[in-house]
T-cell receptor
Framework: GQSLEQPSEVTAVEGAIVQINCTYQTSGFYGLSWYQQHDGGAPTFLSYNGLDGLEETGRFSSFLSRSDSYGYLLLQELQMKDSASYFCACDNYGQNFVFGPGTRLSVLP | NAGVTQTPKFQVLKTGQSMTLQCAQDMNHNSMYWYRQDPGMGLRLIYYSASEGTTDKGEVPNGYNVSRLNKREFSLRLESAAPSQTSVYFC??????????????FGSGTQLSVL
C-alpha cells in the first residue's frame, strides 16, 4: 500500500514564500503530483515530478527526491487567492493516484 | 470543451435507496476514476478504469459498483446507500503519457447525503 504525510495547516502573509512538504511510503512509485483545491471546488492540477529535481511553473515550483521519499511544493509571492488546500498525490504503479490528507494554506493580508 | 461533466451536483438519499452517479469526459482520455472526499480529508479512490471495458478496485470499493459504458462515460452506482457513504464524489480522467497518468482532470463533484 501507500501512505503520504503532509502538514495539516500552514499560514503565511501575502508576498511571502511558503513550502509544503510531503513524505511518502509506497511500493509502486512512479511520480508525485500536486493539486490545489479551493473550498467547495474541485481539485486542479498544479505540477508533476516524474524525475528528481525541481519543476517550475510560474510562482509555483515542485521538488522531488526519490532517495528520500520526499517532495515539496513551493509557492512564491503569495496572493490571497492562493488560500486553499494543497494535496500531494503518488502515481501508483502508473495506474492511478493515491492522495495525501491535504494541507490547508491560509494567506493573511 | 466541457472537460469532465458529473451529474447530479447534489443528491439526498434515504438509507437503502439506490442511485447512479454519471460522469462523462470529452477529452478522449483512456483512464477514468471515481474518488470520494470526506470533510477535512484527502481523496480516496473508489474504482478506476484504465481503458474501455476494464475496471479495477481502489482503496474503498465496498458498497459501490461501476460501469465503463464506453470511452467517454464512467458511472458509479450505490446499490443500497448507507449514511457512511455521505461524501463528495469526484470523477476524474487522465491521458496516458506512455508511462502512466500524470495529470488528473476532475469534474465539479457530487455532494451526496444519505439520511
Amino acid at each position: 500500500g501507500q501512505s503520504l504525510e503532509q502538514p495539516s495547516e500552514v499560514t503565511a502573509v501575502e508576498g511571502a514564500i511558503v513550502q509544503i512538504n510531503c513524505t511518502y511510503q509506497t511500493s509502486g512509485f512512479y511520480g508525485l503530483s500536486w493539486y490545489q483545491q479551493h473550498d467547495g471546488g474541485a481539485p486542479t492540477f498544479l505540477s508533476y515530478n516524474g524525475l528528481d529535481g525541481l519543476e517550475e511553473t510560474g510562482r509555483f515550483s515542485s521538488f522531488l527526491s526519490r532517495s528520500d521519499s520526499y517532495g515539496y511544493l513551493l509557492l512564491q509571492e503569495l496572493q490571497m487567492k492562493d488560500s486553499a488546500s494543497y494535496f500531494c498525490a503518488c502515481d501508483n504503479y502508473g495506474q492511478n493516484f493515491v492522495f495525501g490528507p491535504g494541507t490547508r494554506l491560509s494567506v493573511l493580508p | 470543451n466541457a472537460g469532465v461533466t458529473q451529474t447530479p451536483k447534489f443528491q439526498v438519499l434515504k438509507t437503502g435507496q439506490s442511485m447512479t452517479l454519471q460522469c462523462a469526459q470529452d477529452m478522449n482520455h483512456n483512464s477514468m476514476y471515481w474518488y470520494r472526499q470526506d470533510p477535512g480529508m484527502g481523496l480516496r479512490l473508489i474504482y478506476y478504469s484504465a481503458s474501455e471495458g476494464t475496471t479495477d478496485k481502489g482503496e474503498v470499493p465496498n458498497g459501490y459498483n461501476v460501469s465503463r459504458l464506453n470511452k467517454r462515460e464512467f458511472s458509479l452506482r450505490l446499490e443500497s446507500a448507507a449514511p457512511s457513504q455521505t461524501s463528495v464524489y469526484f470523477c476524474a480522467s487522465s491521458e496516458d503519457s506512455g508511462t502512466g497518468p500524470e495529470k488528473l482532470f476532475f469534474g465539479s463533484g457530487t455532494q451526496l447525503s444519505v439520511l
